[in-house]
């Protein structure tokens, strides 16, 4: 397992350089940053002093070597766009995308998991085709349109939570459920798909015949089948919080690495791109490890094999 | 998408809720204004800065040495009670001696020769520094109150310049013994002006508390918040629910439609940007290209339909339609030029003249206001031109006009604010600068020579030359200015200036 966990590092590494190597290429074939950063209107003189100060008269190859080596060094450059230690910028705001992607993937957890069970215990019902129409509408409102939608239900026509901003827990409470309701669907059909193929199996049947029923057959016996591979999709899910909350962070004004990530692609802050695209390759491919460990601790057959 | 979306849907379903539901009361209890920007506010220092929100901020929170009246586009004191020339070269300042800092230390001429000297000093590396230094040698104190400012260049705008670009900072504000550091206000802002900065958060909010000890008339609303919010449909949902009252850059369709309900009111004032398109009359992009034939220029002009552009996809209060290549209330904007009044027949005639009946392919580059430049579009297609819109990110435009790919585009320019036609024409027709695609050095020789003498009189000349010739080549399209949109709550009172720039230190409670 240790062997497995360190390829699966190096791996991670390699993704995550090979993405930055693209997105600092592409960034810098599709705009000049010194633009970006002097303002709509600067002096032509304001923008070659500043292409001067951050390097950027110097060719692509030798910026994108010199950022490597930083980052070899643990160093991420400063931001263009900030003025500050891009490591600094990532460190202030992780815990509250953190914070949202956690409690996003608990509201995720909290509706498919039930809902997916409940859909499978009672197949063909109205329960099932509820569940069922849910998911379908779920995956079909995007979620600036939820957003709003909840905003103008909960903030404005009954002001009982706020609009925007991230200071207290209440200002989460929209926000993970817009972000964790996008991921209902995927979880919520797996779940129920799932659920149903190891009631029909023969183990659940010989648990049957043995006397367990209802509540004792579901929980020790179906429910640790059926949530294997309902846990890959939780943490590859997890990861999607991580690094796609850019417009739920937006929306709600949460001061949050997605919030960032808009900023520093529209600023063509560059370094600070480069280390958010490499943070959120690696927290993918941990993410998806982490399925695979998890996985295996429920599953002693994926250990074994 | 988001944003077009909310744009789009968002007043109507906000509307739809709030005929059902009630509105958080918004007001004057704290004798708090929170203000809305889309854009980040990062660094609180104006000599570091050029965006809209940081003027807006920077008149909030900083002094400078004259100020200038936005109605009469006249200077009046500031910090400075006076000045004089005492030759072409030479500018005696007399300071007033009642003026403290936000940290309590009183503001010497000692602090303003500090800053003026720093901001031209290449290690300073301000984004004032290039403006200052076209006319600035030394800055000398002659008293604890009183100034030498040595030029090393006539310019007429000195005085303006001083009121508008420099903000005056400590003396040794931006040094710690022998280090330098450059960030030293970005943050942490010690200025004159009448908010002093409460508490920051980049990128979130800037709390500003009015400042007891300013040497001015004292703003009448105790505290200013000033909360970063990217999108358009969150500012529309916080103005409804009280969380903020004012919002500005608002467009037209979502002002009008937000501006009926009873709680809010839609303001528009007028805006000294001005959109035009400049096409490639030297051939930089394309050697014989159509834009180089001056009878394709003005059939283009013919073409566009700019009065319905601005009545119907500007609108507000104060969008109108442009014949000259800069805004009418500029100083030497002149208006007596020729006129090519929307006439598509005309256009096809030209074309047909200019040797090109059946029209020819046109890339179109644009990055602002989609609808007005799809109009454009349709406008030059409907009279045979086959236009290919490229619209992007303002960068990716500028990058390509640099390296000499742009046959045509739209642009946008506000002038900083600044009623004068030099803030238009140096950067549009210099040599030295990239968006000058005309090519005529004679309109060049007209517009520098302009910024080489204070002769008011000989610089209105200057620039009628100028801005004449231009209009007779067809250099430009001009198209529309613009209309500041504002969203206010009804309690509030927020006065409009003729500059289109918005001063949150100038409202009150109704």
């Not at chain 2, 339909?305 to 104060?318: H, R, S, T």
Request: proline share 5%; hydrophobic share 50%.
């Amino acid at each position: 397992m240790v062997n497995y966990i360190l390829q699966r590092a190096a791996l991670a590494l390699a993704v995550a350089l090979t993405v930055s190597l693209a997105a600092f290429f592409l960034l810098n074939i599709a705009t000049d940053p010194a633009y970006a950063i002097a303002g709509e209107e600067a002096d032509p003189e304001v923008i070659e002093q500043i292409r001067i100060r951050y390097g950027l008269d110097r060719p692509l190859w030798v910026r994108y070597m010199d950022w490597l080596s930083g980052v070899l060094r643990g160093d991420f450059g400063v931001s263009y766009y900030w003025n500050k230690p891009v490591a600094a910028l990532v460190a202030e705001r992780v815990g509250t995308t953190l914070t949202l992607a956690f409690s996003a993937l608990a509201v995720t957890i909290c509706i498919a998991i039930p809902l997916g069970a409940m859909a499978a215990l009672n197949r063909n019902t109205w329960i099932d085709r509820f569940a069922l129409w849910l998911a379908v509408s779920a995956q079909a409102v995007p979620n600036f349109w939820l957003g709003l939608i909840l905003i103008i239900l909960f903030a404005v026509m009954m002001p009982i939570l706020p609009v925007s901003g991230d200071s207290t827990w209440q200002h989460f409470v929209l926000p993970a459920f817009v972000l964790g309701a996008s991921s209902v669907p995927p979880v919520m059909r797996l779940m129920r798909t799932g659920l149903i193929e190891v009631m029909g199996s023969d183990y659940i049947r010989t648990a049957r015949a043995k006397g367990y029923r209802g509540r004792a057959l579901l929980m020790r016996h179906a429910l640790r089948n059926a949530l294997l591979p309902v846990v890959s999709v939780l943490a590859v899910q997890l990861g999607q919080k991580v690094g796609g909350s850019v417009i739920t962070e937006s929306i709600f004004a949460i001061n949050g690495l997605g919030r960032l990530a808009l900023q520093s692609i529209l600023g063509a802050d560059i370094p600070t791109v480069q280390m958010l695209i490499f943070l959120f390759a690696l927290v993918f491919v941990a993410t998806n490890l982490l399925a695979d460990i998890l996985n295996a601790a429920l599953d002693p057959r994926i250990r074994i094999g | 998408m988001m944003t077009r979306f909310t744009r789009a849907f968002g007043p109507v379903v906000l509307a739809t809720g709030l005929a059902f539901g009630t509105l958080a009361a918004a007001g004057p209890q704290d004798d708090t204004l929170r203000a809305a920007m889309a854009g980040e506010i990062l660094n609180l220092d104006y000599l570091y800065t050029t965006r809209r929100e940081y003027i807006v901020l920077a008149q909030m929170t900083d002094a400078t040495l004259f100020n200038m009246n936005p109605d009469t586009q006249q200077i009046e004191p500031g910090v400075a009670l006076s000045y004089e020339f005492v030759d072409d070269m030479t500018i005696d300042v007399q300071l007033r001696d009642d003026v403290r800092f936000h940290d309590g230390s009183p503001l010497t001429a000692a602090d303003v020769a500090y800053t003026y000297n720093w901001v031209t000093n290449e290690e300073s590396e301000s984004h004032a520094q290039a403006l200052i230094s076209r006319w600035l040698d030394r800055v000398e104190v002659t008293g604890d109150h009183s100034l030498r400012f040595h030029l090393s260049a006539i310019n007429p705008l000195i005085i303006r310049d001083m009121a508008q670009r420099v903000m005056l900072r400590k003396e040794g504000a931006y040094h710690q013994g022998d280090s330098v550091d450059t960030n030293a206000m970005a943050i942490d802002l010690i200025g004159a002006g009448p908010y002093r900065v409460a508490s920051f958060e980049p990128g979130v909010e800037v709390v500003l508390e009015r400042f007891d000890d300013f040497y001015g008339n004292a703003p009448e609303i105790g505290t200013i918040v000033v909360r970063n919010l990217p999108d358009m449909g969150t500012q529309q949902a916080e103005l409804m629910s009280g969380g903020i009252n004012w919002m500005f850059n608002v467009p037209l369709d979502v002002a009008r439609s937000l501006g009926a309900q009873p709680s809010i009111d839609h303001l528009a004032g007028p805006d000294l940007r001005v959109s035009f398109i400049v096409m490639d009359a030297a051939g930089l992009a394309q050697e014989d290209g159509p834009m180089t034939n001056l009878q394709v220029r003005r059939a283009m002009n013919h073409a566009v339909n700019k009065p319905e552009i601005a009545e119907f996809l500007m609108g507000g209060g104060a969008s109108e339609a442009i014949y000259s290549a800069c805004h009418p209330v500029q100083f030497g904007c002149v208006q007596d030029v020729m006129r090519y009044e929307y006439d598509p027949e005309r256009a096809r005639a030209l074309l047909a003249e200019a040797g090109y009946p059946d029209g020819f392919s046109l890339d179109l580059w644009a990055y602002r206001e989609r609808p007005v430049s799809e109009a454009v579009m349709a406008d030059l297609e409907a009279v045979g031109i086959d236009v290919n819109l490229r619209y992007v990110q303002l960068e990716t435009l500028n990058q390509a006009r640099a390296q000499r790919e742009i046959p045509a585009y739209i642009g946008t320019w506000g002038s900083s604010g600044v009623a004068d036609t030099a803030l238009i024409a140096r950067v549009h027709f210099s040599d030295t600068s990239d968006r000058h695609l005309s090519g005529d050095a004679q309109v060049v020789e007209w517009v520098m020579a302009a910024e080489q003498t204070a002769d008011q009189d000989a610089r209105l000349a200057l620039y009628s030359q100028a801005i004449t010739r231009i209009a007779e080549q067809a250099y430009w399209v001009p198209l529309v200015s613009y209309s500041a949109d504002y969203l206010v709550t009804s309690d509030l009172e927020f006065p409009l200036d003729n500059d289109g720039v918005p001063r949150l230190q100038n409202a009150s409670w109704k």
